[in-house]
């Protein structure tokens, strides 16, 4: 028999029943359990993690707890609906919360601790006093070695320049001796000539009259070819005619004497190889007229003696610088 509408209609007091335990109600059941334990946990955390910290540090940190208590829950409230479709209200309870201040107390700082804190700055403070007194130091002996090797180098300079002073002061002495030993046996030579040799009668010939060469002041060295003795002359004083070629092209005004600057070209054998004549007063075109007369009248007869440095068994060439006077004898 099927059942009518009537029977299908649940009473009041049987919905009721039904609706009792709603599910929000253990829902809301759980989550206040589930909350309670996580509080609780962490309250226990919070404890041990506030322990373990005053252990380390050693020091005393003042934890204060304030306790407040949970709210109680509401109980859960039906309400009675009519057969019609209904809704139904459910309001979560409100839980407490706890909360925690915690008071955090710098911790004392220990006599020991203060001394021990002080002498490692004091022993950092030393050692960065030592290195800079150290720095400075090796500062202060660069600079003195420097010094010192300045005035080393310069006192070294010093000696070099006075032993090159001396050896040339000596080279000097040893030139000008080697010059008087020359000319005072020049002055012999001549002296001992004029007093041996009778003269001779002057030739006559178309130019007349004779002529006699000496040398004016010493002879001197050209700069290329310097020696430590430089090569000596022996002049000859015989007198010479005049000749044609002395009357054409070098007498300037009759009876008056000459005087000519040439350069002389000695071998290392004792010879004389060339006159080369030095006077710009000269014209090119005649010095070839005075080379030739000075070669083969004025110098004819005339000695000549190498020039050397340290050993007379090794003469050297050279060439001198010599000023001739010529004059005619009366």
């Known amino acids: 028999m099927t059942p009518t509408s009537a029977d299908t209609t649940l009473s009041p007091d049987q919905d009721w029943r039904r609706r009792s335990d709603p599910p929000g109600m253990w829902v809301a059941v759980v989550l206040g359990s589930v909350a309670l334990h996580l509080l609780a946990f962490w309250l226990l ?23 407040i208590d949970a709210q109680p829950q509401p109980k859960p409230t039906t309400k009675s609906v009519s057969p019609k479709p209904a809704t139904t209200t459910e309001k979560l309870p409100q839980q407490g919360v706890t909360t925690e201040k915690l008071t955090v107390k710098p911790a004392p700082i220990s006599e020991d601790e203060r001394a ?50 001396a050896a040339q002061k000596q080279r000097e002495l040893a030139a000008q001796k080697q010059r008087e030993l020359a000319a005072q046996q ?58 044609l070629e002395y009357v054409k092209f070098i007498e300037k005004k009759p009876g008056e004497p000459v005087e000519i600057t040439a350069i002389l070209t000695i071998s290392e054998q004792g010879k004389l190889e060339g006159v080369a004549i030095a006077d710009q007063s000269i014209r090119p075109d005649e010095k070839s007229e005075y080379e030739e007369f000075i070669t083969n009248e004025v110098l004819r007869g005339w000695e000549f003696e190498p020039a050397y440095d340290n050993d007379p068994q090794d003469p050297k060439p050279s060439n001198l610088t010599v000023r001739i006077l010529i004059q005619p004898l009366p």
Do not use: C, M
Request: charged letters at 25%; a negative charge.
């Open 45 to 67: 955390r919070s404890y041990q993690f506030s322990s373990l910290w005053q252990q380390q540090s050693e020091s005393t940190i003042a934890v204060e707890l304030i306790d």
């Open 186 to 243: 020049q002055r012999e030579n001549t002296n001992n000539t004029t007093e041996n040799q009778e003269p001779l009668a002057p030739p006559a010939d178309a130019a007349g009259g004779t002529l006699v060469a000496t040398l004016v002041g010493e002879p001197q060295q050209g700069e290329r070819d310097r020696h430590t003795n430089p090569a000596k002359i022996k002049p000859n004083n015989q007198p010479f005619p005049k000749g």
């Open 116 to 165: 021990i804190a002080l002498a490692v700055k004091r022993q950092r403070e030393l050692a960065a006093q030592q290195e800079r007194e150290l720095a400075a130091l090796q500062r202060e002996l660069a600079v003195q070695q420097q010094k010192d090797l300045v005035a080393q180098q310069q006192r070294e300079l010093a000696a070099q320049q006075q032993r090159e002073l």
